[in-house]
């Protein structure tokens, strides 16, 4: 279980609740999970981590693996010391075979209290196959540390651990306080949480079978910020950093971390975690990096520091990761702030302010999914989609309000909030409180969705997941006024995890709680249909209208000045493609099919341009057309060979729907960066001139051209091929 010997009697072990730390006098303790309660019944577990724990807080040399760009990239950091550039193996199975050695690069990290100096360093292996088990070694300071396993996973379908607020070092009463006794406190509160915080990662794992592909965390890594370091010494928070990497999980696993409000002000977190596609853009006002994505399987994961309040920034990086992967059927954000949760952070006009700032851009690019941390307590939200700002409320006033509405003399821990002000007030402060209470719950943004056995299918809005603590360092009560926009909350001062599983057309959650592990929510799932999912990167379709001459009704009843949504580009299926419409006229009305209006299509089944006519009927009258793209289907079975000198061969199967041809594109980079492309109308095609002994990555997709447009089809998967 550990990264030093101890008993795995806990590896399920019930975790309990301590409320011996009193935040605010006025209110109910937050509260916290005390491992040495948990493990009374349990045997001497904890007793063993503590003696192990006092040889671990010291060491800093722990590897962290993350997430690669892709599922075939895997990155690394660790820390040494000495002048010497350290190496990095990596190979099939326990004797390493084939190893690929990598030399790190190497920054200068955090000196400790005696001044020595650590660096950083960081490789990425690359090109790694699925569902292979690889051992990798690495030095510190000038010797190989013993191998450890990692294995790949399936692509096709998938499953990934979310989880929220470590906060290593939380549970400390003293944080925060520049005294020498902090200290003592600190080390204290670290072990007890890196031991639920263990507990937690073991649970999931087994609860995957061990299959996680990885973890994902949405912030708070650790508790120490700089600013509220003592002296403002950055390697105060170094002892937190190696109990959260002191699980063996992360030893096999790689964590996906957001930056957290906690994590910012420390370059401590760049030098710990190796982030794919790192961007500047979100990293103003933050030493902790900027925005990050990675694709795996047909996910698109995009990483937002949220730290950094440039919306701008963060929108110019949702829309530069989407155009990056224009294939990914899926589309989930992770930030750290719970815009969308329900716990005591999530009425701040902090938090709503960013929401209605950033969902804009969410719907535009039409994310799927957003993972949030912060609020330390577990909420689903509705589908949702166009919540906007309608009421003006300072922080202060909120603060001095809220204070009001949750003061209670009993201190003892609760769950829930109370909520004193009365909705009957006619004290003028608390009016307006509540006029910004009932204006944040976004009654208006609730999508009216069709839900069978808690799966919806092809939702026109955006599911929010708000993660509890998973490691118990703190919690937070769930706001006494639950909000309109939320579907299921959970807080009983319990560490929780989620499993999420993930295919082509599914995104399911469930999450657990650890003391006895069951659910503390039910399974939901999203569901895409094939048309769907092709669509998720498309832009709606084109409408124009066309008046009907003899039209001489009132504008609100002429068809031609009516709006049409929900027009979608598809991918050809074969039988005839319609659309699911919404239509109102000049008023705001919504119109109904067969009462106000009718349906017709034109070229609706084959590759290319469609047309959907709308005509009034009864009151309303004249037409409206809007056209939308019917594209190629995925090729597949692509096979791609080489058998003579700097030549390849690619073959793939027919796609049906009356295309043009078939675009082969190959590099010799991963990205595709520097590629060339081939066209052919044929099932088979030579690349020619290639580079003997070097390994080219191919992947195809068939295209229809009509007149000057050209519309293409998805790329198959990516195949790669040694040259003869």
Known sequence: MWKKPVALALAAAMLATSSGMTINAAVPDDGYTDATTTVEAYGSGYSDWEADWDALKDDWTQMTLTQGCEETQLNFAWYSTGDDVPQLKIGVGKKMKNAQVYTATQTDATEDSDGVQYKSNKVTATGLEAETTYYYSYQVDGKWTTPEAYTTQSTDSFGFIFVGDPQIGSSNPLKGEDTEEFYDAQSESVANDTFNWNTTLTMAMEKTDGSASFILSAGDQIQTTLKKSPNNYAWVSEIEYAGYLSPDVLDNVPVATTVGNHDSDNPNYTYHFNTPNSSDLGSSGSSAGGDYWFTYGDALFIMLNTQSTNVTEHKQFIEEAVEANPDCTWRIVTLHQDIYGSAEHSNEPEITNLRYTLVPYFEEYDIDVVLMGHDHAYSRSQILKGGTKTVEYSEDDYEDMFDVDIESEDTTSVFV???????????????????????????????????????????????????????????????????????????????????????????????????????????????????????????????????????????????????????????????????????????????????????????????????????????????????????????????????????????????????????????????????KTKKTTKLTATLKNLKSKKTYYVKIRAYKKTGSTVIYGKYSKVKKVTVK
């Open 417 to 675: 909030s109370n909520t004193n002000i009365s909705d009957d007030t006619t004290d003028p402060d608390e009016i307006a409180y509540l006029t910004y209470i009932g204006a944040v719950m976004d009654a208006d943004a609730v999508v009216d969705v069709d839900e069978e056995n808690n799966t919806v299918v092809d939702p026109d809005g955006i599911l929010y997941i708000t993660a509890n603590s998973s490691s118990g360092s703190k919690y937070y009560d769930l706001v006494g006024r639950q909000q309109t926009y939320i579907a299921a909350r959970w807080q009983e001062d319990v560490p929780t995890y989620s499993v999420i599983d993930m295919t082509e057309d599914t995104f399911t959650i469930n999450t657990y709680r650890t003391d006895t592990d069951d659910q503390i929510d039910e399974t939901y799932t999203i569901k895409k249909t094939s048309a769907s999912a092709d669509n998720n990167d498309e832009n709606s379709g084109s409408a124009s209208g066309s008046t009907d001459t003899t039209d001489t009704s009132s504008t609100a009843s002429k068809i031609s000045n009516a709006v049409i949504s929900g027009v979608k580009n598809k991918t050809y299926t074969g039988s005839e493609i319609t659309q699911t419409l919404t239509v109102k006229d000049a008023d705001g009305n919504t119109l109904k099919e067969g009462t106000n209006y009718k349906v017709s299509y034109a070229n609706n089944v084959k590759v290319g341009t469609a047309t959907v006519t709308i005509t009034g009927t009864g009151k309303y009258t004249g037409t409206k057309k809007a056209t939308f793209t019917i594209k190629p289907k995925k090729v597949t079975s692509v096979k791609v060979a080489s058998n003579v000198k700097k030549k390849a061969t690619v073959s793939y199967k027919k796609v049906k729907g009356g295309v043009t041809g078939y675009e082969i594109t190959y590099s010799l980079k991963k990205n595709f960066s520097n590629s």
